[in-house]
């Protein structure tokens, strides 16, 4: 069973940076994509940025040029660095596997709130 813990999220104003973390444990860590996914209230999860194991990397158009995802695949991690935040990007943070499955297991997210 995977474990997933995100943290790394809050309050930020408008145009403000956080950076968000997952601590995997996953003895395939190192072979499998990584992504991140939101889920912006009342809206389903839908991903955000995705990196391959050896790190090519896939954004979300929303979020082209402002986010950057890295994975450390020594300690079983994978980050996403957020700058110039929008309103828009709030929302509960997660990461998984990329595809997630319909089963998959998942953390319990951490929230990022922007105000305007």
């Known amino acids: 069973q995977v474990q997933l813990v995100e943290s790394g999220g809050g309050l930020v104003q408008a145009g403000g940076s956080l950076r968000l973390s997952c601590a995997v444990s996953d003895q395939h860590f190192e072979i499998n994509t990584m992504a991140w996914y939101y889920r912006a209230p009342g809206n389903q999860r839908d991903w955000v940025a995705r990196?391959?194991?050896?790190?090519?990397?896939r954004y979300k158009d929303s979020v082209e040029g402002r986010f950057t995802i890295s994975r450390d695949n020594a300690k079983n991690t994978v980050s996403l660095q957020m700058n110039n935040l929008k309103p828009e990007d709030a929302g509960v943070y997660y990461c998984n596997i990329w595809p997630a499955t319909r089963n998959a297991d998942w953390g319990q997210g951490t929230q990022v709130t922007v105000s305007s």
């Open positions: 990196i391959t194991p050896d790190e090519r990397t």
